[in-house]
């Protein structure tokens, strides 16, 4: 199973970005698919996450402006960002689990500019 992120980049306080989560090796309809961060100097944290049912679950402090989605026929996972701040500035990574095993895509910098 193999995961690859993209969608990255800079973008201005206020603004929005898409990123996207491409799985291969696998259905993603079997597999739950996290969204999670890092910041310089911090350490990596939960964003957002999706069951294989479609559940959906966020972080307090990106609820109201991201939302996980996914495309089971484009075995593609998307969390799409509005209302970005400084504090979302980080490396975004996605990662699946199948019978017992985790796998994550190298990340994706996102940059929000004040």
């Known amino acids: 199973v193999q995961l690859q992120a993209s969608g990255g980049g800079l973008v201005q306080a206020g603004g929005s970005l898409r990123l996207s989560c491409a799985i291969s090796?696998?259905?993603?309809?079997?597999?739950?698919i996290g969204w999670y961060r890092q910041a310089p100097g911090k350490q990596r944290e939960l964003v957002a996450g999706?069951?294989?049912?479609?559940?959906?679950n966020y972080a307090d402090s990106v609820k109201g402006r991201f939302t996980i989605s996914r495309d089971n026929g484009k075995n593609t996972v998307y969390l799409q960002m509005n209302s970005l701040n400084s504090e979302d500035t980080a490396v975004y990574y996605c990662?699946?689990?199948?019978?017992?095993?985790?796998?994550w895509g190298k990340g994706t910098l996102v940059t929000v500019s004040s």
């Open positions: 999706i069951s294989s049912g479609g559940s959906t």
């Open positions: 990662r699946g689990v199948q019978y017992g095993m985790e796998y």
């Open positions: 090796g696998s259905t993603l309809s079997i597999i739950p």
